[in-house]
């Protein structure tokens, strides 16, 4: 009799497995809007089984199967527009072989001697569910180098510039927030290297550059100026906590003309960034071979 049960059971379940993939196949090609593509892993697949059995009686002691409930988890895949790179392949390579910049008929003279030394990515760095260009241009020796955000609209044909940060090493969080490093500290900290503030508007698509900055002083870079000319002295009445760091914050109701704590820093982060996430841009080498690996170019 144990026998007999455990086969009803697993035939049951599979009736009900079966039952439910030809349900959800049938509504998807039924239905008249555009679904997107679900891939179904036969590992994600939970059968979750209800038994109670029957209290004893003269017969026998029967296992009845009350209900058999078949849990399955899908995930849509990610489709990638392929127009669109196809477009951004078509621009690297023109970069990469004639220094024409995206969207442009410009010829680039200062990119560097090695092509290879500049950067590439592409990656929705601001979210707005589009892909976008993401340079990183290592021009030759003493020249700035160059972060720049271009967009490539499939519909209209035409390439945007979204934003352009100097110089790279750029920061993308997925609230729209971005840190830019400054190209050079000539501040009096490093605990963290200065770094300027630029905000993604989405009504116009693009970054608005430049709207704060952030820089700090170290307590043991103060020492060691001593009686330097122009050295700051230190503020020991906002570094109660001995961090041995206070900040510089040039962003709205910041006085840039006072120092800010250790726990003032904090709140500032967590007022500005929160629980946003860094954006992971991979960037790659500006050559022939990293290029081909986007899509391929009819």
């Not at 988890?73 to 024409?100: C, D, F, G, S």
């Not at 967009?151 to 510039?161: A, H, L, N, S």
């Not at 109701?253 to 991979?282: C, H, M, R, W």
Request: proline share 4%.
């Amino acid at each position: 009799m144990i026998a007999v049960h455990a086969e009803r059971k697993c035939l049951m379940r599979r009736i009900a497995l079966i039952t439910t993939i030809c349900i959800v196949s049938f509504q998807l090609t039924a239905c008249n809007t555009a679904v997107p593509d679900i891939t179904i892993d036969p590992s994600a697949i939970e059968i979750e089984t209800s038994t109670e059995t029957s209290p004893e009686s003269s017969i026998d002691n029967t296992t009845v199967i009350t209900t058999t409930t078949t849990t399955m988890e899908t995930t849509p895949t990610t489709t990638v527009n392929v127009a669109q790179h196809q477009e951004y392949k078509k621009a690297l390579l023109k970069l990469l072989n004639k220094r024409i910049w995206p969207g442009t008929k410009r010829k680039e003279e200062f990119l560097g001697s090695k092509m290879s030394e500049n950067e590439f990515a592409i990656a929705d760095v601001d979210m707005d569910g589009r892909d976008e260009l993401i340079i990183n241009w290592n021009p030759q020796e003493g020249m700035c180098y160059l972060t720049q955000v271009l967009e490539y609209d499939v519909e209209t044909k035409k390439w945007k510039t979204e934003g352009d940060f100097y110089p790279y090493g750029t920061e993308f969080y997925d609230n729209g927030i971005v840190f830019v490093p400054f190209s050079h500290n000539q501040g009096w900290g490093s605990t963290i290297y200065p770094y300027s503030i630029a905000k993604y508007n989405p009504k116009k698509d693009k970054f608005k550059l430049d709207i704060g900055n952030v820089s700090c002083w170290d307590k043991e870079c103060i020492d060691q100026l001593g009686d330097y000319e122009g050295a700051p002295q230190w503020p020991y009445d906002v570094d109660k906590e001995k961090a041995g760091v206070v900040y510089i914050i040039d962003y709205k109701e910041y006085d840039t003309k006072k120092q800010y704590s250790q726990t003032d820093y904090n709140k500032f982060l967590d007022d500005l960034v929160g629980d946003a996430n860094l954006i992971p841009v991979k960037f790659k080498s500006l050559t022939k071979k990293n290029i081909n690996k986007i899509v391929s170019v009819d």
